[in-house]
């Protein structure tokens, strides 16, 4: 089992930065992939940001070029630096993570931007 603890999340005005982290506990030796989902009130969740084991990356055309997602294999951390951030971003960001079997969520830190 892996544990995720999401951190980072607030208020932030329109073209203003933020970066959220995740820290991954547990059976932290299997896991494959980590990355960022977000869902807005209404709206299905949607993945924003995946990181593999290897470092290749993978994002959402709505952030591509304003949000990096990086990740610390030594802390078993996973970071997402959000910028020029908009009025759409807002939502329940969550942490993901899986172990080639299981998918694991974090509990989910909320991002408002305001215009």
């Known amino acids: 089992q892996v544990q995720l603890v999401e951190s980072g999340g607030g208020l932030v005005q329109a073209g203003g930065s933020l970066r959220l982290s995740c820290a991954a506990s547990?059976?932290?030796?299997?896991?494959?992939?980590m990355g960022w989902y977000r869902q807005a009130p209404g709206k299905q969740r949607e993945s924003v940001a995946i990181?593999?084991?290897?470092?290749?990356?993978n994002y959402a055309d709505s952030v591509k070029g304003r949000f990096t997602i990086s990740r610390d294999n030594a802390r078993n951390t996973v970071y997402l630096l959000m910028s020029s951030l908009k009025p759409e971003d807002t939502a329940v960001y969550y942490c993901?993570?899986?172990?080639?079997?299981?998918?694991?969520w974090g509990q989910g830190t909320q991002v408002t931007v305001s215009s």
């Open positions: 993901y993570a899986d172990d080639f079997l299981l998918n694991y």
């Open positions: 990181i593999t084991s290897g470092g290749s990356t």
């Open positions: 547990g059976s932290i030796f299997s896991i494959n992939n």
